[in-house]
């Protein structure tokens, strides 16, 4: 298994972490605990490696990220105990049935949400109601075949009045208003009483950072807003 490691890994880095959360019981305290170690590490755009004509290559960092890429890195640290279930957990979560294939990544959010409820990491959340049912033409990364999908997603004005059913470690997706993209951005909630937060990698602040998410749904336009919830690992 070693040896079929990324290259690029900060072992000692990745062993840290996974200590970190080792001792803790429960996906939303496991996520807590991981997601917060990063905050403040530097936004990296466009981290990974491989379009339509070259070779797609597992990556991992834990030293910068994009939006997505953070909540790939928390969400598969959370789920594992050791360096290689942490690489086999994080493939599968990045690709359609872990197969290391720039086709097969969950380019577009809406696949990633399904392509992972399919795997079993994150489940939809009952009980979000007033959902508004969205439909797009998805053609915004070149050399990908265009693909249709329609999704269901909670307008924003909704969103805090539902915080009692939303926990931290969520995840939360925000539905662009344009009609070739899904989404456009994504974080971790972090529910600790005292309202709602997000941690994620902003483009914006240039890091990763923790904000009210008040805050970031009154700055940003968006046609709604999509949850899931992690699974409890085996």
Wanted: aromatic share 6%; proline share 4%; net charge positive.
């Amino acid at each position: 298994m070693r040896r079929d490691l990324p290259s690029d890994i900060d072992r000692r880095t990745v062993e840290k972490l996974l200590a970190s959360a080792r001792p803790v019981t429960g996906a939303s305290s496991r996520i807590d605990i991981v997601s917060a170690q990063f905050i403040g590490l530097p936004y990296r755009p466009f981290p990974l490696i491989g379009s339509a004509e070259s070779p797609e290559v597992l990556t991992v960092s834990t030293n910068g990220f994009d939006c997505v890429t953070y909540i790939e890195t928390v969400l598969a640290l959370s789920r594992s105990e050791s360096l290689p279930e942490f690489i086999d957990t994080l493939r599968r979560i990045r690709y359609d049935s872990g197969r290391i294939d720039w086709r097969r990544r969950n380019h577009y959010m809406t696949e990633w949400i399904r392509n992972n409820i399919r795997y079993g990491c994150v489940r939809r959340i009952s009980g979000l109601r007033n959902g508004v049912e969205k439909d797009r033409v998805l053609d915004v990364v070149p050399g990908l075949a265009v693909r249709r999908s329609r999704f269901n997603c909670v307008p924003k004005r909704e969103l805090l009045r539902v915080s009692s059913k939303l926990r931290t470690g969520d995840l939360v997706f925000f539905a662009s208003t344009r009609k070739n993209l899904d989404v456009f951005h994504c974080g971790v909630l972090v529910n600790n009483g005292m309202g709602l937060l997000m941690r994620h990698a902003s483009r914006g602040r240039g890091a990763v950072v923790e904000q009210n998410l008040a805050e970031f749904l009154k700055q940003n336009r968006m046609a709604g807003v999509i949850v899931v919830r992690p699974t409890e690992s085996n």
